[in-house]
């Protein structure tokens, strides 16, 4: 059932064409399914294996003849005809019937909400027809879809409309032709009753396109935001990447049943509604700016991941990764790049690190799988990005654009590796890459242990660093790796000295190219003892060990003209305060917060020369998970948010009048608007408010505030700070009540609501998760309502979800042994909040083992979750 990497075998046919036909009815679908087929040469007479999954075969005509049964065998899971024609060329037409409306898993072709959507990728398409269900089987396709009018006066796949027209009986049909050649994946149906958003565009070389947006009637306005986010999207890949839009109409569904985030399909992107819907009654602004990445991200996808695609399901970094790299640049250029770049970070070690430093850890580029649907991860996506642009930094912009530039060129058409991409970069610059193609191959965080010394006769610094990365599951020797160090020096009075006369590495501008185990580099003509500043901005995806001092970190903070360093600097310096106030309170020892701390917190809240967005940011203390994680081992929960909530407490006492005056005075007039710098100024005015809470503002005080919000974004967070500083408060449940009764019937905001009640900090919060399960807000078949609920309380809330009597864990398994009958994906993901369970402390550890044990013993797992399973408990 593993799937190897070294098995890779090109297929023995080859897909020329493909005519589909659909005739939709919500239990009885009949899929015709006409392949044209070319033998490839040297494929011998061997038989044809089609992959199939959960279907229903009807009928199988051979070049157009009624197929005898002793040439085939099938099953709901394959098709493999024997003694086909020798000819060359020869034709199947294959006939299936499958459900739509009994597709819980929500793969293939499933009905939700009256609307029929496809959902292919990874391995979907074969739960429609019998296939070579591969990314390097790429082909043309026709699709006629028929439907009662009524039923489904809307009709799409990918491509251009060719034809539609009125069939007996009330049905009406449409064909549509895609005339690139594309795997199964790529592939997309939807019918049904939706309403349209119209606009247009016209290409840097003058071609038309017709832009259209579908979503359920009456929510047309809430498309604006999404539409206006793809033209500039489409405009940007032009001018940065020299990438145009290659089809006469670009469309985007929203639906509301979704396993993910969205879907590139080829023409015919098909959206979570979530990441297309927005206003600002509804909308926070963190969902703008999620819409906004993610319409970006698969419309990039048109140039990385369609027009050039995968050999196999291992290479899915190749599109996943460098799309999400284009993505973030395209955010960067877009709103802020310092506040993204952190934004980045805080996610990228939010999710990433932890994964790879656990029992779920897999290189950026796997080699074996079990279930390729539990591999879209962040070390997949965010660390994927890192390595895309660790390039860029190493080879450099213009380098880099050469590369990418052949890539698109030599690439295009085809189902590619990770090794045909890196060739490409190395052709056009004569860089030898294969010590940094170990970024892709080996798993786990690399470290640089790094340590520095000042001889003030010599006027030398001298610095020594060590490069090391963990062992993972299944790889205990690890391979030298490429690091890109960006790295400053900083004289006592703050200037940025530079750096000359360096010897024992290779240096580019301020980039230490680290290749061996050990460099010991020197700084010549350093006239005092230097400050140093390192992965400047987060040039590559490490942990450094460097014994700094408070008073150097300040400095950073104070003095790094790297913004996102200044913020790393001011995090470190946290991140040290909170793990000894972690110690501290197990000890129990009373918390205070450093002054160095606190000056350094305060001065930036109140430096106005800086972005609102980035004063948020340097005041947000790590999370409780951060914390953790950088603890590592014997995770108390509970000690680390009591911890935190005393370092806060000091702040808030210590900075009160800095916050009353930013709470006083920051927030933007006038309309509501999504804009980057509004949306920091928002984004600072809560992170105030919330400090305020601490020190003199009662929940009374916030009630009012929350009343009079006139958008989303200050709503949500009045009620999040509101129910969470006073959990169960009268204040709170009355704030909870009014929000409810005002958004009862519009789902994507009740999932706030969830959401935020799913990570209150309080050991009643599973008592309430269980509550709210039972109301009509929640269902257990919708991934949306799953994951706002349930996958909020496991992944977003250590105290509440890891109670020591291991409650929080028993109910999670059995939560996901229920879902995993429906739906394996989403609960194979919901599962993965555990990933950290080893780094626990002994008794919650051995709880959260055996709620693991108990859904390892189920007998009927799907293999989503099995193979998390095993992974997680290391069999
Ligand atoms: N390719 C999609 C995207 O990155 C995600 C597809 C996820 N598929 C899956 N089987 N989990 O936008
Ligand atoms: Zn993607």
């Not at 019937?97 to 391995?123: H, V, W």
């Not at 880099?400 to 991409?421: C, M, P, Q, V």
């Not at 610094?461 to 030298?480: F, M, N, Y």
């Not at 992170?687 to 929350?706: E, G, K, V």
């Given at each position: 059932q593993e799937?190897?990497?070294?098995?890779?075998?090109?297929?023995?046919?080859?897909?020329?064409?493909?005519?589909?036909?659909?005739?939709?009815?919500?239990?009885?679908?009949?899929?015709?399914?006409?392949?044209?087929?070319?033998?490839?040469?040297?494929?011998?007479?061997?038989?044809?294996?089609?992959?199939?999954?959960?279907?229903?075969?009807?009928?199988?005509?051979?070049?157009?003849?009624?197929?005898?049964?002793?040439?085939?065998?099938?099953?709901?899971?394959?098709?493999?005809?024997?003694?086909?024609?020798?000819?060359?060329?020869?034709t199947l037409e294959i006939v299936t019937e499958i459900a739509p409306a009994d597709n819980t898993k929500l793969m293939g072709l499933y009905r939700s909400n009256?609307?029929?959507?496809?959902?292919?990728?990874?391995?979907?398409?074969?739960?429609?027809?019998?296939?070579?269900?591969?990314?390097?089987?790429?082909?043309?396709?026709?699709?006629?879809?028929?439907?009662?009018?009524?039923?489904?006066?809307?009709?799409?796949?990918?491509?251009?409309?060719?034809?539609?027209?009125?069939?007996?009986?009330?049905?009406?049909?449409?064909?549509?032709?895609?005339?690139?050649?594309?795997?199964?994946?790529?592939?997309?149906?939807?019918?049904?009753?939706?309403?349209?958003?119209?606009?247009?565009?016209?290409?840097?070389?003058?071609?038309?396109?017709?832009?259209?947006?579908?979503?359920?009637?009456?929510?047309?306005?809430?498309?604006?935001?999404?539409?206006?986010?793809?033209?500039?999207?489409?405009?940007?890949?032009?001018?940065?990447?020299?990438?145009?839009?290659?089809?006469?109409?670009?469309?985007?569904?929203?639906?509301?049943?979704?396993?993910?985030?969205?879907?590139?399909?080829?023409?015919?992107?098909?959206?979570?509604?979530?990441?297309?819907?927005?206003?600002?009654?509804?909308?926070?602004?963190?969902?703008?700016?999620?819409?906004?990445?993610?319409?970006?991200?698969?419309?990039?996808?048109?140039w990385t991941g369609n027009r050039i695609t995968c050999r196999d399901w291992f290479q899915l970094c190749l599109k996943e990764g460098l799309t999400v790299y284009r993505d973030h640049e395209f955010s960067a250029d877009t709103r802020s790049r310092p506040v993204k770049r952190i934004a980045e970070v805080r996610l990228l070690k939010a999710h990433q690190f932890p994964e790879d430093s656990g029992p779920l850890a897999h290189p950026v580029r796997p080699k074996r799988y079990q279930e390729i649907n539990n591999f879209y991860t962040a070390t997949v996506y965010e660390k994927g990005s890192e390595v895309v642009r660790m390039l860029a930094t190493i080879l450099?912009?213009?380098?880099?654009?050469?590369?990418?530039?052949?890539?698109?060129?030599?690439?295009?058409?085809?189902?590619?590796?990770?090794?045909?991409?890196?060739?490409?970069?190395?052709?056009?610059?004569?860089?030898?890459?294969?010590?940094?193609?170990?970024?892709?191959?080996?798993?786990?965080?690399?470290?640089?242990?790094?340590?520095?010394?000042?001889?003030?006769?010599?006027?030398?610094?001298?610095?020594?660093?060590?490069?090391?990365?963990?062992?993972?599951?299944?790889?205990?020797?690890?391979?030298?790796?490429?690091?890109?160090?960006?790295?400053?020096?900083?004289?006592?009075?703050?200037?940025?000295?530079?750096?000359?006369?360096?010897?024992?590495?290779?240096?580019?501008?301020?980039?230490?190219?680290?290749?061996?185990?050990?460099?010991?580099?020197?700084?010549?003509?350093?006239?005092?003892?230097?400050?140093?500043?390192?992965?400047?901005?987060?040039?590559?995806?490490?942990?450094?060990?460097?014994?700094?001092?408070?008073?150097?970190?300040?400095?950073?903070?104070?003095?790094?003209?790297?913004?996102?360093?200044?913020?790393?600097?001011?995090?470190?310096?946290?991140?040290?305060?909170?793990?000894?106030?972690?110690?501290?309170?197990?000890?129990?020892?009373?918390?205070?917060?450093?002054?160095?701390?606190?000056?350094?917190?305060?001065?930036?809240?109140?430096?106005?020369?800086l972005e609102p967005a980035l004063r948020s940011q340097a005041i947000t203390l790590p999370g409780e998970a951060d914390i953790a994680r950088e603890i590592g081992t014997d995770i108390d929960p509970d000690a680390i948010f009591a911890a935190r909530s005393a370092v806060s407490d000091d702040i808030a006492r210590h900075g009160r009048d800095a916050f009353e005056s930013v709470v006083e005075n920051i927030l933007p007039g006038g309309r509501y608007s999504p804009d980057a710098e509004s949306a920091g100024q928002r984004a600072l005015y809560l992170s105030a408010l919330n400090y305020l809470t601490r020190a003199a503002l009662p929940p009374d005080a916030l009630l009012p505030i929350f009343r009079s919000a006139d958008n989303m974004t200050i709503m949500s967070g009045v009620l999040g700070i509101l129910v969470h500083r006073f959990p169960g408060s009268a204040g709170a449940e009355t704030a909870l009540a009014e929000f409810e009764l005002r958004f009862r019937d519009n789902p994507l905001v009740i999932d706030k609501w969830l959401a935020i009640q799913a990570t209150i900090p309080d050991p009643g919060t599973l008592e309430r998760v269980m509550r709210l399960m039972g109301t009509r807000h929640f269902s257990i078949e919708n991934p949306n309502r799953v994951r706002a609920l349930i996958g909020s309380f496991a992944a977003g809330n250590p105290t509440g979800f890891n109670l020591p009597d291991g409650t929080a864990y028993e109910f999670l398994a059995e939560q996901i042994i229920g879902l995993d009958k429906r739906n394996p994906q989403v609960a194979a993901r919901v599962l993965t909040a555990m990933r950290s369970w080893k780094s626990l402390e002994p008794i919650r550890r051995d709880k959260a083992r055996a709620a693991l044990a108990v859904i390892a013993q189920q007998s009927d797992l799907s293999p989503d979750v099995r193979d998390i399973t095993d992974r997680m408990l290391g069999q």
């Amino acid at each position: 059932q593993e799937v190897r990497l070294e098995d890779y075998k090109p297929t023995d046919f080859e897909i020329e064409t493909v005519d589909l036909t659909f005739r939709l009815t919500p239990s009885r679908t009949i899929v015709t399914n006409r392949i044209a087929l070319r033998r490839r040469s040297g494929g011998g007479n061997a038989p044809l294996i089609l992959d199939g999954d959960d279907l229903t075969f009807v009928d199988l005509k051979i070049d157009d003849r009624t197929a005898d049964s002793s040439r085939f065998s099938v099953s709901p899971s394959g098709l493999e005809i024997r003694d086909l024609p020798e000819t060359e060329f020869f034709t199947l037409e294959i006939v299936t019937e499958i459900a739509p409306a009994d597709n819980t898993k929500l793969m293939g072709l499933y009905r939700s909400n009256g609307i029929y959507c496809t959902q292919c990728e990874a391995e979907g398409f074969r739960r429609i027809t019998y296939f070579l269900d591969r990314p390097d089987v790429l082909a043309i396709y026709t699709t006629r879809i028929e439907a009662p009018i009524k039923e489904a006066p809307l009709l799409l796949s990918n491509g251009n409309l060719k034809e539609r027209g009125p069939l007996s009986e009330g049905w009406h049909y449409a064909i549509w032709h895609d005339p690139h050649p594309k795997p199964s994946y790529l592939f997309a149906l939807v019918a049904g009753d939706l309403a349209v958003v119209r606009d247009d565009f016209t290409t840097a070389s003058g071609k038309p396109v017709k832009l259209e947006i579908y979503v359920e009637h009456g929510k047309e306005a809430r498309a604006a935001y999404a539409m206006d986010a793809l033209k500039r999207s489409m405009r940007w890949d032009e001018e940065r990447f020299g990438r145009e839009y290659d089809l006469s109409v670009f469309m985007i569904v929203a639906v509301s049943d979704f396993n993910m985030g969205a879907m590139e399909n080829k023409g015919l992107n098909v959206f979570n509604d979530k990441y297309v819907l927005a206003d600002p009654e509804t909308a926070t602004d963190t969902d703008y700016a999620n819409i906004e990445a993610i319409i970006a991200h698969e419309y990039f996808h048109n140039w990385t991941g369609n027009r050039i695609t995968c050999r196999d399901w291992f290479q899915l970094c190749l599109k996943e990764g460098l799309t999400v790299y284009r993505d973030h640049e395209f955010s960067a250029d877009t709103r802020s790049r310092p506040v993204k770049r952190i934004a980045e970070v805080r996610l990228l070690k939010a999710h990433q690190f932890p994964e790879d430093s656990g029992p779920l850890a897999h290189p950026v580029r796997p080699k074996r799988y079990q279930e390729i649907n539990n591999f879209y991860t962040a070390t997949v996506y965010e660390k994927g990005s890192e390595v895309v642009r660790m390039l860029a930094t190493i080879l450099g912009a213009e380098a880099f654009k050469s590369g990418l530039d052949l890539y698109f060129e030599r690439h295009d058409g085809d189902a590619a590796t990770i090794e045909d991409f890196l060739t490409c970069f190395e052709d056009a610059t004569g860089t030898d890459l294969s010590q940094f193609s170990v970024w892709y191959h080996q798993a786990g965080t690399p470290v640089l242990t790094i340590g520095s010394r000042f001889d003030a006769s010599g006027r030398t610094l001298t610095v020594d660093i060590e490069q090391s990365v963990p062992p993972t599951p299944g790889e205990d020797r690890k391979k030298l790796m490429h690091i890109p160090l960006r790295m400053g020096l900083f004289d006592p009075d703050g200037g940025e000295i530079r750096m000359r006369d360096v010897s024992g590495i290779d240096i580019s501008g301020d980039v230490l190219h680290i290749t061996d185990r050990n460099h010991t580099v020197v700084f010549q003509n350093v006239q005092a003892r230097p400050t140093l500043s390192l992965n400047r901005s987060f040039s590559a995806p490490v942990n450094i060990r460097y014994e700094q001092s408070s008073s150097d970190l300040a400095h950073l903070a104070r003095y790094e003209t790297d913004t996102y360093s200044r913020w790393q600097a001011l995090n470190d310096l946290a991140t040290r305060e909170l793990i000894a106030a972690t110690g501290a309170t197990l000890g129990g020892e009373t918390v205070q917060c450093s002054n160095a701390l606190i000056d350094a917190l305060l001065s930036t809240v109140s430096d106005a020369r800086l972005e609102p967005a980035l004063r948020s940011q340097a005041i947000t203390l790590p999370g409780e998970a951060d914390i953790a994680r950088e603890i590592g081992t014997d995770i108390d929960p509970d000690a680390i948010f009591a911890a935190r909530s005393a370092v806060s407490d000091d702040i808030a006492r210590h900075g009160r009048d800095a916050f009353e005056s930013v709470v006083e005075n920051i927030l933007p007039g006038g309309r509501y608007s999504p804009d980057a710098e509004s949306a920091g100024q928002r984004a600072l005015y809560l992170s105030a408010l919330n400090y305020l809470t601490r020190a003199a503002l009662p929940p009374d005080a916030l009630l009012p505030i929350f009343r009079s919000a006139d958008n989303m974004t200050i709503m949500s967070g009045v009620l999040g700070i509101l129910v969470h500083r006073f959990p169960g408060s009268a204040g709170a449940e009355t704030a909870l009540a009014e929000f409810e009764l005002r958004f009862r019937d519009n789902p994507l905001v009740i999932d706030k609501w969830l959401a935020i009640q799913a990570t209150i900090p309080d050991p009643g919060t599973l008592e309430r998760v269980m509550r709210l399960m039972g109301t009509r807000h929640f269902s257990i078949e919708n991934p949306n309502r799953v994951r706002a609920l349930i996958g909020s309380f496991a992944a977003g809330n250590p105290t509440g979800f890891n109670l020591p009597d291991g409650t929080a864990y028993e109910f999670l398994a059995e939560q996901i042994i229920g879902l995993d009958k429906r739906n394996p994906q989403v609960a194979a993901r919901v599962l993965t909040a555990m990933r950290s369970w080893k780094s626990l402390e002994p008794i919650r550890r051995d709880k959260a083992r055996a709620a693991l044990a108990v859904i390892a013993q189920q007998s009927d797992l799907s293999p989503d979750v099995r193979d998390i399973t095993d992974r997680m408990l290391g069999q």
